[in-house]
């Protein structure tokens, strides 16, 4: 997202420099362009993108991970010491350490910052348990609320999440709802039998598929356990696109059940067609994610054009997105009964899936399109530059 956020700012006449590491995520190796370097200076899609070499623990342990968080954003602020010229800074948290790097260079360059918040840390950390020690939560609370006061706008993408931001910042006039969005030209629905249906083996059955990043907060395992008591149902199978921490514990999990089936991650051109091979998709929390996240891949599978089966808690903004739009059926969050009777009623049910999958599409486009979106992003960072906090 915040590639295509530089690219339409390139396109809308702006000038943008991007700070960050090598490839990493969810990257089998690392490009071969980038072996053996320690910094890079490339342009793409008009922008001009500064790497550097920095600790890669995304396939580590949480402990390893949240230190890998602590230990890039200093290591970035280095790095940006090449950027002289700008009129605002913009970051993104998690990692919220990041604010602490951007405020640090917005100081510096004499211009403000703003904060997009994606996740609420540290209480999505709380509230899945990674994190007990009260003295590292006062301190993570501590910057956390420091953030939000010194970014001269926050940014968040839903109502649920501005709540919990405004509760801890001084000024609510400067917390923004601006919604992710999708790329409605990218992502669109598709042939169902194409290319990529066929070479996942996928033939007349109907296929629930699960893409993306399979992480400890995804809770795969309703999906398996939802799979489990689907075992015996002709026609069907569960297919799972994608890398991630916890993969390895799904993919133990499934063993023996002759209707799940994993695939790696695939490259972004193909995502569209992992979509349309599919015939509902999966968007998945655990029951302990309480802040209200609203995954990317909602709106992705929406875009596509394919009906939702959702199993998070139903408190959060992406049920109310589900129901308001018609897209399809979100079950609570660790309720694999509830998640295998919602497969059994749109594969029995072609029209209700058709129909969701109108709704879906009709939805995004209106609400969730890409250039409208990066729009308002514009108009509050032209609003925010050179608002020193």
């Known amino acids: 997202m915040t590639f295509e956020m530089g690219e339409t700012l390139v396109q809308f006449g702006h000038r943008v420099t991007i700070v960050t590491g090598f490839p990493s995520y969810n990257v089998e190796a690392l490009p071969a362009q980038y072996r053996g370097r320690r910094l890079c200076d490339e342009e793409m899609a008009g922008m001009r993108v500064l790497r550097m070499a920095v600790p890669n623990t995304s396939r580590g342990s949480k402990v390893k991970r949240g230190l890998g968080h602590l230990m890039v954003a200093p290591l970035y602020a280095l790095r940006a010491l090449a950027v002289q010229d700008v009129d605002l800074v913009y970051t993104i948290s998690p990692p919220l350490p990041m604010a602490l790097s951007a405020w640090a260079t917005a100081r510096r360059l004499g211009v403000s910052y703003c904060l997009g918040v994606q996740d609420l840390f540290p209480q999505s950390a709380i509230d899945l348990g990674f994190m007990r020690n009260q003295a590292v939560i006062r301190s993570f609370e501590a910057l956390e609320r420091f953030a939000y006061r010194k970014a001269g706008a926050v940014t968040v993408h839903s109502n649920g999440n501005r709540e919990h931001v405004v509760s801890k910042c001084d000024d609510p006039a400067r917390v923004h709802v601006l919604p992710n969005w999708v790329d409605t030209e990218f992502i669109r629905p598709g042939e169902r039998m194409n290319p ?194």
């Open 196 to 389: 990529f249906r066929q070479s996942a083996g996928l033939n007349g059955e109907f296929a629930v598929v699960f893409a993306g990043t399979m992480g400890w907060s995804q809770g795969l395992g309703v999906v398996v356990e939802a799979a489990r008591q689907l075992a015996a149902e002709p026609g069907l199978v569960f297919l799972l696109v994608g890398d991630g921490a916890d993969r390895a514990n799904v993919e133990s999990m499934s063993s023996g059940l002759p209707n799940v089936r994993f695939l790696p991650m695939q490259a972004k051109e193909r995502y569209p067609s992992v979509l349309a091979a599919a015939d509902a998709c999966l968007v998945t929390l655990r029951p302990e994610v309480a802040t209200p996240v609203v995954p990317s891949k909602l709106l992705t599978i929406m875009a596509a054009g394919r009906p939702v089966l959702a199993s998070m808690p139903l408190a959060g903004d992406a049920p109310r997105i589900i129901k308001e739009s018609g897209a399809g059926i979100a079950c609570e969050a660790g309720d694999p009964r509830g998640l295998a009777d919602a497969v059994l009623h749109l594969k029995n049910n072609s029209d209700v899936a058709s129909h969701m999958a109108q709704n879906g599409r009709s939805f995004v486009v209106k609400h969730y399109s890409r250039e409208p979106c990066v729009r308002r992003f514009e108009r509050v960072f032209e609003d925010t530059a050179g608002k020193l906090q």
